[in-house]
């Protein structure tokens, strides 16, 4: 076997292990830019400091509050952010570290809920939707409605559009019946 040369070793040394972050090693905060950074204790109990971080779900539809994978930002110079940690269940932190990871998940991840469904016109192939949603009035284009719109186990619905944003409807019975009509067949 070839020996490593020593800038693939020194290369090596750098690459990041993905820990465990718990409430006993992870102090997440507010930085005064607004972002989120993190205070870590790592195993053989020297500390990092890392200004900022972005946290993402591993299961975003299924399990929104678990397996949280807290990573490093993108950047031009070091490219695509390193994994520093998971979380295994966001609920194990203190209410306020909780609401930071919420606020940062529900910018990411903004899915509004539809709550009524005006129209759905099909033309060349794609449907355009016209909705009201708890954000305000929606309008977006799926291709393929059949590929897009799942129904999950929950019940949920979750509906994505070409542009790659996402709507749910949480409770599809709370829906009018002419909005029930518009979707029902498609889940």
């Known amino acids: 076997m070839p020996e490593k040369n020593a800038d ?6 750098k690459e990041r292990v993905s820990v465990a972050l718990t409430p ?3 102090k997440f905060k507010r930085s005064e830019g607004g972002l989120i950074s993190l205070n870590l204790k790592n195993a053989d109990e020297t500390e990092e400091f890392f200004e900022r ?6 299961f975003p539809i299924t399990n929104p509050d678990e397996f949280l994978s807290v990573r490093e930002p993108d950047s031009k110079k070091m490219g695509r952010g390193k994994e520093i940690g998971m979380i295994r269940y966001m609920k194990d932190f203190p209410e306020d570290q909780r609401q ?5 998940l529900d910018r990411r991840y903004f899915s509004p809920e539809i709550t009524k469904i005006m129209s759905v016109k099909e033309k060349f192939g794609y449907t355009y939707w016209e909705t009201e949603t708890k954000a305000g009035s929606m309008t977006f284009i799926l291709n393929n409605p059949f590929s897009n719109i799942r129904a999950l186990e929950d019940g949920r619905i979750f509906i994505h ?27």
């Open 53 to 58: 971080i972005v946290i993402f779900r591993c």
């Open 100 to 104: 930071l990871f919420s606020d940062e």
């Open 8 to 13: 693939e070793a020194l290369e090596q040394e």
């Open 161 to 187: 559009d070409i542009d790659g944003n996402n709507f749910q409807i949480k409770d599809p019975s709370s829906l009018d019946a002419n909005s029930y009509k518009k979707i029902e067949i498609y889940v």
């Open 24 to 26: 006993d090693n992870a």
